[in-house]
Every structure is written in C-alpha cells, then in structure tokens.
C-alpha cells in the first residue's frame, strides 16, 4: 500500500463485535478472563489495549518498520531507548537538539553512568571521532529545532553499524510523510506524536518504531515494566489524526514554501531556515532523504534587535503565539525567551539561536491570510 492508504487503513480492522469502522476507545483497565490464563491477548492495559494496538501497528506500517509502541509524551518513547543501555555505555549525539532530550541525558541519565557526547553533526565525517567500541547508541534528530540543520542519516546507520552501535532518529519535524529513517537504515524511530501526527494539538504522546524482534522485544519489556504508557482516549485522537497525515503535511509544505518565498523578499528579515531553500546548508541532504521540506521556519531581523522579535510575536493575529507546534493552526515562537530560554545566550549564539530569531509553525490555513497577517506584524 502506498502511504496515503497506510495512513487510514494500516494495523486498522472493523470491530468484530458491531462492525464499526472506527476502532473504539477501549476505555478499560482490564479483561475478563474465562478461566486462568484462557484470554483473548489482553490482560491489563499497561501491557496492551486494543486502543492502544491498533494505533502502535498503524505508526510500525507507516515507518516501515514492523514494531510500534506508544508512550505518554515523547520525552518517555526516549527515556525507554536510554533504558536499554547500560553503565559504561556511550552516546553519541547531535548537539542541536530539542532542549527536553537534553535535559534528559544530563541530568536523569549522565548520574546512571552513561556517557553523552554532544556533537555537531552536519558533517558526518566528525561523528567518527567520538566513538569507539563503548558507543551503543547515534542519536539524531534531524532537522533540528529551531535552527533547521540537517544530518546525513544514512551516512550515521554506515557509522553505527560499523561500531556495532544502534542509530535512533528522532523523526517529529519531517514525519514518516517526508522522510523514512528506517530506509535510510536506521534501527529505531522515534516520535513526539503531540507533534504533527496527533496534528490537532489536542494530545500529548511519544512512540518508537523499530524493525528488529531483539530491539523490539527490550522495547515492550520497557514500555510494560516502566508503565510511562498512554491512554485509550489519546490514541483515539491520534488515529483518527492520522487518517490526514499525508493530506495536512502536503498542505503544511505548500503553506511553507509560500511563506519561505515571502519572508525571503522581506526587506526587515535577515536570514531564513528552512531547508528548501538552496543556500541552506545540507540542502543536498534534505533533496535526498526527504521528499519535502516542511511547513517549519526560522528568521531573524536585520538589526538582530530583540525587542523587535517581541513585537512580531505580539502583534500576530492568525499565527497564536505559543509553544509546541505541527497542529493545523499556524504558531508563532520566540525561541530566546522561550523554547531555548535555559541555553546562555553566548552558548545559543554559537548556533545562531539568536535575540531576533522567530520560529514558525506554518499550520494549514489559507495562505494569504497566513502572508497578510506576518505582513502587518513586520510593519
Ligand atoms: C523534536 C522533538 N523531540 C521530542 C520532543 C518531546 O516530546 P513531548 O513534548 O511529546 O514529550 C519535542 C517536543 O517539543 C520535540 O520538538
């Protein structure tokens, strides 16, 4: 099947007890029993709801990858990646990277013995430097947040495989719809489903998908033992969210490229990020292992001014100023004064974050209302 038809039937079957086409909210803890261990696979919630199920072989069909598991946020699907390793283990990762992962690695996992190397890596050739026969583990997320950067995935599966190590891509910005990492040889994907596959800013979940039984296995083991899962009422939402994935991303990437276009000719805009264009860096990258570039957007001001950030961001009528993004309505961010607020300024001007960076989430609304509402707040 091709990946629209994945996106509404894939893992999806009518109800067998009434027929109804849209998989019920199993809102339930547990099941009934007919005598001692005589069930029909279900048990307890925590381990597996059909809810639960359905969406988990929906997302594996649309990675291309044969095993899902579904978590309560996205920082938990990544919180049960680190639970595979061990002391001593390596990581080598991006050093662009969601500010969330980050506080993750340092502050949950470094003090269990885990080594955590932040790295650039735009130019893969540098990743190798940092490992050796203690890394078990690339981590990329790509493109990056809120700076657009993009990495050579496969180019990192060719490094992790010769280390014997796991490449895990955290796949939230680009989506399944733009880019599967699976083919490009990575073992696991990873999602913040609150992102653009729930796209309707109404859920918070996490999600891994991986291809092979060993790591699928630790992963269940994990998802049960640790019990960070989510509810039946959430997967709902996001099922029935993701019956749209490649209908709202198409419009999501048109809504883009406009806006990108615009912003370019803008004479008070300075710098633009946003991989579709040519000048960006790694844009060669992008063409090859996306097939689109995303409704995502940073610029800055001429004058790198931050008060005049701070009244684009105010003075938006269409755009909502807020954190998150990849709903269908379009926001609008200040990542200095927010998303990447805890970073010293002089650490987050190393990557360009810079005082009159704003970063756009470009939802699917008419376009021209999009245009005309940025044109007011430049003014
Ligand atoms: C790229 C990326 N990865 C991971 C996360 C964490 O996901 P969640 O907020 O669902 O825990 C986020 C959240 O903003 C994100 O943008």
Redesign the pocket.
Known sequence: MKFGTKAIHAGLEPDPSTGAIMTPIFQTSTYVQEGVGNHKGYEYSRTHNPTRSALEKNLAALENGKFGACFG??????DCIIKMLNPGDEVVSTND??G??YRLFKTIFEKYGLKFHFIGMQNAADIEKYMNERTRLIWV?TP??PMMNIIDIEACAKLAKKYKAWLAV?N??ATPYLQRPIDLGADIV??????YLGGHSDV???ALVVKDEKIAAEMYRIQNSTGAVCGPMDSFLVLRGIKTLHVRMQRHCENGTEIANYLAKHPKVDRIYWPGFENHPNHDIAKKQMSGFGGMISFTLKGNKIEDALAVVAKVKVFSLA???GGVESLIGHPATM?HASIPKAEREKSGLVDSLVRLSVGIEDVDDLIADLEQALK
């Open positions: 946020s996205g920082l938990a699907s990544i990277l969601y969330g992962t997320e990056t947040n955290d939230t910005f990873m999602h913040s489903v609150t992102k918070v979940m996490g954190e998150s993004l998303t």
